[in-house]
C-alpha cells in the first residue's frame, strides 16, 4: 500500500521559475492538504481541498495554486519561485467521517530557490 | 489564535533514562490533539489521537496524556531506536480539518 506518494523528493529552482510540486493518494481519502515546513519550525497550512473540485486558502497561499480534478491527485503550483519558497513541502490526507481520522503524510518534496 | 508550543525544543537522553515532552496549546475548541514522529527526510508518522482532558494512549515505550492546556509525551526507558521529532498538532472543532503545529521536541537517545 503506497499510501501518499510525492514527486519529485528534491528539486532546485531558479528565481522566477515555475513548477508543480505532484501528490497522489491511493486511499480513498476526500480530505488532502499541503503543508510547508521551514527549519525548526512547524508544519504550516498552504492549501486544502474537502473533494474533488474544491480547494480552499490556508495559512500561508500566497505564490501558490492548487487544483483537484480527482480524488487521488492534488497538485500544488509554484508561479514567479522566490527565495522565500525554499522549504521542505508536505502532502497529507485523511477520511472525514464522525470519528477523528489522523492525517497520513508523504515524505515530502525538498525545494531550494536560488 | 491557536497556538501550540512544545519543549523544550531539543532533548538528549541516555538509553533506560525516562523522560517527558509537553506541548502546550490554546484554542477556541479542541477536536483532537494529535503526536506524530518524524524522522529525518521523512514525513511525519501518526502516533496518536485524544480527544478529552484525562484520556490517555500507550504504544510501546509511549505514553501521552492529555489535559485542557496541554499534553505529555511520556517515554519509558528509551532506546537509541526512538531517536526522532516528536510533533504535537491541535484541530479545532470549526471550520477545516487542518491541524496546527508545534515546532516539535528532536529527542536523541544515546547507547
Known amino acids: 500500500n503506497a499510501g501518499v506518494t510525492q514527486t519529485p523528493k528534491f528539486r532546485i529552482l531558479k528565481i522566477g521559475q515555475s513548477m508543480t510540486l505532484q501528490c497522489t493518494q491511493d486511499?480513498?481519502?476526500?480530505?488532502m492538504y499541503w503543508y510547508r515546513q521551514d527549519p525548526g519550525m512547524g508544519l504550516k497550512l498552504i492549501y486544502y481541498?474537502?473533494?474533488?473540485?474544491?480547494?480552499d486558502k490556508g495559512e500561508v497561499p500566497n505564490g501558490y495554486n492548487v487544483s483537484r480534478s480527482t480524488t487521488e491527485d492534488f497538485p500544488l503550483r509554484l508561479e514567479l519561485a522566490a527565495p522565500s519558497q525554499t522549504s521542505v513541502y508536505f502532502c497529507?490526507?485523511?477520511?472525514?467521517?464522525?470519528?477523528?481520522?489522523?492525517?497520513?503524510f508523504g515524505d515530502g518534496t525538498r525545494l531550494s530557490i536560488l | 489564535e491557536d497556538q501550540v508550543t512544545q519543549s523544550p525544543e531539543a532533548l538528549r537522553l541516555q538509553e533506560g533514562e525516562s523522560s517527558s515532552l509537553n506541548c502546550s496549546y490554546t484554542?477556541?475548541?479542541?477536536?483532537?490533539l494529535f503526536w506524530y514522529r518524524q524522522d529525518p527526510g521523512k514525513g511525519p508518522e501518526f502516533l496518536f489521537t485524544l480527544y478529552s482532558a484525562g484520556e490517555e494512549k500507550e504504544k510501546e515505550r509511549l505514553k501521552a496524556t492529555l489535559t485542557k492546556k496541554e499534553s505529555f509525551l511520556h517515554i519509558t526507558a528509551p532506546k537509541p531506536e526512538d531517536s526522532a521529532t516528536y510533533l504535537c498538532a491541535v484541530q479545532v472543532l470549526t471550520g477545516r480539518r487542518a491541524l496546527t503545529f508545534g515546532s516539535g521536541t528532536r529527542l536523541q537517545v544515546q547507547p
Open positions: 481541498s474537502v473533494g474533488a473540485g474544491i480547494t
Open positions: 484554542v477556541s475548541g479542541l477536536r483532537g
Open positions: 497529507a490526507s485523511s477520511y472525514l467521517d464522525r470519528t477523528n481520522q489522523p492525517q497520513h
Open positions: 486511499m480513498n481519502h476526500n480530505y
